[in-house]
């Protein structure tokens, strides 16, 4: 899957060597909100920077990777890292670039002009999506899930999820289930891929439906469009 992402900053108006858009090819089908470009590591116990642009590299020097620091608002991870020649660990703070992830469903507007009425239609239907934001720790995933209804609501399809999660978890989803293709069964167990803040991937394992269904932080309606004809 293609995805686009679009620098948080004007990378290109400063004279940067990354550009302000980036496409690539995602390897999974979850779509992240964020990529994060790793652009060089400082060492925290002796200070020294190392850069991990080729042309520092080649040159010797962190010239490009100071100017980002001077120039830019980056992201910071500090953490651990082992040496396999060594054994030893050093303490490092890892330098990120954002970008926003152009396909994310967070870009798309909630849809509050419209939504499905309780009567009965009976000269069309509504052609709606929903978008579930999940959270576990410092991890995240944005779900949208199509559904066509003539009188249904959020409300409806919300209240069906725990079931849908558990028929999963049975080995018994139907083939309307919404959440078939998010849950992946790893040996004995499901788990749902999730992206830290760094755009990460981070596999959560779920063993119960209200495992899923406590991670729901917050549901809104991004698509709501009357069509007319047979919903079926």
Do not use: W
Not at 5 to 19: F, M, Q, S, T, Y
Not at 31 to 52: C, H, L, M, Q, W
Request: proline share 4%.
């Amino acid at each position: 899957m293609k995805l686009t992402g679009i620098a948080r900053e004007d990378l290109e108006a400063k004279g940067l060597v990354l550009p302000n858009k980036l496409e690539f090819e995602c390897m999974v089908t979850a779509i992240p909100d964020i990529y994060a470009g790793g652009i060089g590591r400082k060492n925290v116990d002796t200070g020294e920077f190392e850069s991990f642009f080729n042309v520092d590299n080649k040159n010797g020097n962190t010239v490009e990777f100071d100017r980002f620091r001077e120039n830019v608002t980056l992201l910071e991870k500090e953490h651990t890292v082992l040496s396999l020649e060594t054994r030893e660990e050093t303490n490092v703070i890892d330098y990120y670039v954002p970008y926003d992830i152009q396909e994310s469903s967070k870009n798309r507007p909630t849809v509050t002009d419209e939504f499905p009425e309780s009567g009965y239609l009976t000269e069309g239907y509504y052609e709606c999506e929903y978008e579930l934001l999940l959270t576990c720790g410092e991890a995240t995933r944005r779900l949208v899930i199509p559904q066509r209804t003539v009188n249904v609501p959020m409300i409806s399809l919300l209240s069906n999820i725990e079931d849908e999660i558990r028929d999963i978890l049975d080995g018994f989803p139907d083939e309307d289930n919404n959440f078939a293709d998010v849950l992946e069964l790893m040996d004995d167990h499901y788990e749902i891929k999730m992206f830290d803040d760094y755009g990460i991937p981070a596999n959560i394992e779920i063993n119960h439906a209200d495992d899923f269904v406590n991670m729901i932080v917050s549901a809104r309606q991004v698509k709501c469009e009357f069509k007319y004809g047979d919903d079926k």
